[in-house]
């Protein structure tokens, strides 16, 4: 009756070795690391770069504990602060020569001192929030007037297109501010110019106003599409700035929304505010531009004339100059994906991009009028632009599908591709707020978590025991497994810990022990009415699960609607809230009852369980006097 098979047994210990070995490394904790990354999109961090650091280091005798390529960073782990200080010294001076231009960011960390065998078993430990790991946060203000500003420039250069396709002739267009002013000569051109931009530019509002002999036209960007821009220009920049933080290794970064204009990043473990608003700079823009084929441009590209009017002089990967024009035909924004591949006649690495339907339509236009003339891609970074290719169109390209090819190598089509891939801002920022947390703060606040988890669990595992027996120790080891598998999972999962998850794990050790003492209950109330010690112990599981899963799936929706409606600490709140309610269950009802079967099970007569004082109603013991 109160016997698990072996095959159960043996799932029970195979949980608990897989729940110790992942949560072991959140024991060994944190070292000072210092981390290599790229400051430039065009420069790899790689092996060489690694070795580099390496020589560095041996060079200013220091001796780090081990020195790693983990990602798209070079990672260098040290004993104590000073030694972490004084390679960074070293490592600065070794790849920065020029702080002004520098190419590689050299920043304070902190990495895990977990073994490497744990390591080679993917067993890393959770990550921690910045009000336990300390690192830094910043607030950054969007400028939603140059979203505007760069929206009507858009549409400037679309109701150009639109009226020569038309044939609808003008006296130029030019943009003032947020809005395109449009010159006709006659009341009929303003008329059929309206109904063009009615008909195809929906969110524009145009008001008509003779002007001397000529009439003009003022198109404005319409209230509600405003809104729509701004909110696209926030998601935007949040999505880019995740992408360049996230290519430059920190680890778990917060970026999240807050109110209409404004984005939070939150960089932990990362100590160097400085660095962090180098990271912060790394945020590029993308534009497509003709280059200047013209006779003056070929002399400026060689340095024996002027960059002619119009154009502007940036130059290629290999340090060859282009000439390009001033005019944009393309943005980041206009493009949906960028993916290396091949080409299928000379097997030529390439670049394949993807545009949206805007800048599939302006592309083919553009590639149709400029047949065997070159394209620039240009990458602006830190006020500083550089071509990344430069191709020559070989024929009209539409359907918004467009090949790059010529003098690239797999490795750069890949690089190519990621910062294409990884889009532009669609309007500037600046950083309104910032602070540091350090690590000691945030040691104190993990000291202080941990011991409000440990002690509740020793108050509630004294009581148990007093109230409850054996029972009561048998609730204990179940609730300990249950705080060994929650930290288990959250680190498989590599979640983000903060000090709200550690209130959830506190509030998990109160629903898993309410599961136990809705057992433990239900087996005395059995004991009460006469039932046989082994048949309490089968009735009492079996009884009380419907109201264990009942309680407990109710609690699971309050928190899966926090883990969708909430963010920040909310949601990280919930994730723990959610994860410990399901090992509760597990620990609570399976492993506490292989416990009981283990130790009573193999019984056959037994007479009496050790489930604490088992009250009996007053009425019985009337009735057992009287009978008497």
Not at 345 to 351: I, L
Not at 408 to 432: F, H, K, V, Y
């Amino acid at each position: 009756m109160n016997r698990y098979p072996v095959w159960k047994y043996a799932i029970l210990v195979i949980v608990l070795l897989v729940g110790a070995l992942y949560t072991l490394p959140n024991f060994f904790g944190e070292a000072p690391a210092v981390q290599v990354s790229s400051a430039k999109a065009t420069i790899k961090v790689d092996t060489a770069v690694q070795q580099r650091v390496e020589e560095a280091l041996k060079a200013a005798g220091v001796t780090p504990d081990f020195v790693a390529l983990e990602g798209n960073s070079v990672r260098a782990r040290f004993d104590t602060p000073d030694t972490q200080l004084k390679a960074k010294d070293a490592i600065q001076k070794a790849l920065v020569p020029d702080a002004n231009d520098p190419s590689y960011i050299v920043a304070l960390n902190l990495v895990s001192r977990s073994p490497l065998w744990l390591k080679a078993l993917h067993a890393n430990p959770m990550y921690l929030g910045l009000d336990l790991r300390g690192g830094v946060h910043f607030m950054l203000q969007v400028d939603m007037q140059a979203a505007l500003t760069k929206k009507a420039e858009s549409y400037a250069g679309d109701i150009r297109t639109a009226l020569r396709d038309k044939n609808i002739r003008h006296g130029g267009i030019s943009r003032d501010g947020q809005s395109i002013d449009i010159k006709v000569r006659d009341e009929a051109t303003a008329t059929a110019a309206r109904n063009l931009i009615a008909d195809q530019f929906a969110d524009l509002q145009v008001t008509t106003a003779p002007e001397g002999t000529e009439f003009k036209l003022r198109a404005s960007i319409k209230p509600e599409a405003t809104r729509r821009v701004q909110e696209q220009a926030l998601k935007q920049n949040m999505v880019t700035l995740h992408n360049r933080i996230n290519e430059l290794g920190v680890a778990e970064p917060v970026i999240q929304q807050q109110g209409l204009d404004r984005i939070v990043v939150q960089l932990p473990g990362v100590q160097d505010t400085a660095k962090a608003k180098d990271i912060l700079g790394r945020t590029a823009t993308l534009e497509v531009r003709m280059v200047d084929e013209g006779t003056e441009a070929r002399s400026a590209e060689t340095g024996r004339g002027p960059v002619p009017f119009g154009s502007e002089r940036y130059l290629e990967r290999n340090g060859q100059p282009v000439i390009v024009k001033k005019q944009v035909i393309l943005t980041g924004e206009n493009l949906t994906d960028a993916q290396p591949g091949f080409d299928g006649q000379t097997q030529e690495p390439t670049v394949n991009l993807t545009l949206d339907a805007k800048g599939s339509r302006i592309f083919k236009d553009i590639t149709r009028e400029n047949v065997g003339k070159r394209m620039a891609i240009v990458l602006f970074e830190k006020g500083k632009g550089e071509v990344v290719t430069a191709p020559v169109i070989r024929s009209e390209i539409g359907g918004g599908r467009v090949q790059i090819s010529g003098r690239m190598t797999t490795a750069e089509a890949n690089d190519t591709a990621l910062l294409l891939r990884a889009g532009s801002l669609a309007a500037p920022m600046e950083i309104i707020e910032e602070y540091t947390i350090g690590p000691s703060l945030g040691a104190d606040n993990i000291e202080r978590g941990i011991h409000s988890v440990v002690w509740g669990m020793v108050a509630i595992a004294v009581f148990m025991c007093i109230y409850y027996a054996l029972f009561g120790i048998f609730s204990t080891v179940s609730l300990a497994v249950n705080v060994l598998l929650l930290l288990a999972i959250l680190s498989m999962l590599q979640a983000t810990l903060t000090l709200p998850g550690i209130a959830a794990m506190a509030l998990a050790l109160g629903v898993a022990i309410d599961s136990n003492v809705l057992i433990n209950e239900r087996i005395r109330e059995e004991l009460r009415e006469g039932v046989s010690p082994q048949a309490a112990i089968h009735a009492g599981y079996e009884r009380a699960w419907a109201t264990i899963l009942d309680s407990n799936v109710t609690t699971l929706i309050a928190g899966l609607a926090l883990l969708a409606f909430g963010s920040g600490p909310v949601r990280g709140f919930a994730v723990v809230h959610c994860i410990g309610i399901l090992t509760s269950m597990f620990s609570a009802v399976f492993f506490s009852r292989g416990l009981v079967n283990l130790w009573y099970g193999r019984k056959k007569k037994l007479k009496s369980v050790a489930i604490g004082q088992v009250w009996k109603p007053e009425a019985d013991t009337t009735t057992v006097a009287k009978s008497q």
